[in-house]
């Protein structure tokens, strides 16, 4: 098998580190490379005060993201971090079309459909816009 | 706009997506048009003020509405200028900290913070009565309860989707934006062929030109109380003026939008406040007093069933601000926090939805009891808390038009654009504000004289409200010097702009900067 990339979008919630196992699971088998994202454009892009609170969200990417190349290096798993100042869905999409990456690996809460409609579900996003494989990893699976 | 990769510690693949993300977002005419419509939430403001500036200012409304454009057209260069080099991590409370200092910057956020609490109430208050209009709930738009009830729902709603971080997409909101303003127009242009050709009311009366004439506005109080009312009605138009900064680039298009989104607004003010009171006649309008419903009212009379439409877009306009009104008052409380001049609490974001979702809650619980409260107290709550709220925006947009001239006061000699737009016309604008501010003050102190008549602790209504406000930040603002803001307040003032960054380069490190880490 070719070596490839796997995006995995990473926000620290535990669906998010069900989708990471799963991700460098894979990558030990396939030698991918794992690319965790972050996206922190803050949810509504418009309004004043917008850059501070992108600085926040930012420095919660840092953090939460900083416990997953831990990981990744405890296991010795090629990864790479990219903060990216996006929507999530859309920096995911951007990023794994730039790679040419294998899948994009997605946590899912596993909600309803509703309730996913009325949160806003980046896993339901991915399957309708993405153009390439998703991988969408249920939080139960990661143990 | 986007500005996240000027960030220091982005390394080479952020800076590349971040570059994407520019191209992507740069907006074209009929996006900014749509954007500088918006700005003011024209719908609502009109159903919302245009009664009382009637009945403050008789048919002198239109002038008044002239009147009240100009301080807010010197003051938005401030805006302008200063978001050029401190790009909205702050406004107000950043700009106003670094040049006055940080009791006043304080203070100007906390005027920022206090107008969010305000206006939201007010805002789901029209947008309440005139739901309950559209669907001919003719009995439950009578009682002031049910009102209040669908309100604080509304609220509450609108709350919950600000911590969810939901929002239209770009296309539904520009759609709206324009929906909205074609309303007003249709009903302007429907109205001035009926008073053309003699087919309006029996109570109607024919336009005169001296109805734009500020000069001939014989009650002086009327005057105050009208133009303190403007001030709210243009309140956010700052934002159609930071559309030309667009325009550097290869498109002047959002440039041009701004204009003539401006020109715009202006026209659809004064259409609907000369054809409303040509239409509908001044007994008709000041039955309705500070009552929402006028608008909807009297364009029944000129569209028939056609007013619908005109009836949804000041839904539409309110509900929409209420978002738009959450969310800058969120993020201020959270810039604050950042800057170490607010708890911390303010300054956490929720896990999954990444809003400053602590803040976001108790914006909405303290807005929900304070509208609760004061349509309980008040006869006038309209009235009242709309022009509590605009003593306090002439208060944070003075501060940040004197701010502007402090900031860029070594560039105001190089050429004589800059000392007009950056240094004489903001500070003209604040002067005017401060002159507002304090004639309605006076006026305000002797409640006999002014138009609600009502009064607290022996003052007008609304002086109390913004009084009320005002001194709870002091007494707050002590309290978190005195606690945990021993650092934020000794910040020194009158900071100035790097030159190399008013020629044209980047931006100024914001003020929660300096803060390390931010709790989770």
Known sequence: MKKSTLVVGYDGSDCARAAFDAALDLAGSTGDRVVVVFGYEPPVGYGEEIAAHREIVRKHGERVTAEAMDRAAELGIDAELALVPRHPTEALEELAEERDARAIVVGSYGESPLKSAILGSTPHRLLHDAHRPVLVVPVASGG | MESATVAPAGDERESEVGDKGLKKNSIGFLDGLAIGLDSTAPAYSLAAVIGSIVVAAGVQAPAVLIVSFIPMFFIAGSFYYMNKVD?????TFSWVTRTLGPYAGWIGGWAIFTTGILVIGSLADVSAFYIFDLFGLDELRRSRTAVIIFAVVIVAVMTTICVIGTELSAKVQRVMALAQ?????????????????????????????SWLNPFAIESYSGLLSGVLLGVFIYWGWESAVNLTEESKDSSRAPGLAGIVSTVTLLA?????????????????IERFDDNAGVLGAVSEDVLGSLSFLVVLSVITS???STQTT????????????????????????????????????????????????ASVVSDNFLFDSLSALSLLIAFYYGLTGIACAIYWRHELTKSAKNLI??????????????????????????????????????????????????????????????????????????EAV??????????????GASEEEVPG
């Open chain 2, 498 to 511: 790097p030159p190399e960054i008013a020629a044209g380069g980047g931006h100024v490190e914001s003020v």
């Open chain 2, 87 to 91: 790009p909205d991590c702050g406004t």
């Open chain 2, 326 to 373: 959450i969310l800058p008052a969120s993020r201020t409380s959270l810039s604050m926090a950042a800057g170490g001049a607010f708890p911390q609490r303010f300054a956490t974001i929720h896990p999954r939805f990444l809003t400053p979702a602590f803040g976001t809650i108790v914006i909405g619980f303290i807005a929900v009891a304070w509208y609760v409260g």
């Open chain 2, 318 to 320: 309110g509900i929409a």
């Open chain 2, 181 to 209: 303003v074609g309303a007003l127009v249709l009903f302007i242009v429907v109205a001035a062929i009926a008073l053309i050709t003699d087919n309006a009311t029996n109570k109607s009366i024919d336009p005169s030109l």
């Open chain 2, 421 to 494: 737009f950056i240094g004489v016309a903001p500070v003209v604008g604040a002067l005017m504000l401060f002159y507002l501010l304090y004639e309605s003050v006076r006026e305000l102190s002797d409640p006999g004289s002014s138009y609600s008549g009502t009064s607290v602790l022996g003052v007008g209504v609304p002086l109390a409200i913004a009084l009320f406000f005002f001194i709870l930040g002091l007494v707050l603002m002590v309290a978190w010097r005195l606690t945990k803001g021993r650092e934020f307040f000794s910040r020194r003032p009158f």
């Open chain 2, 268 to 284: 659809v003010y004064i259409g609907v406040a000369v054809t409303l009171i040509g239409y509908a006649g001044l007994d008709r």
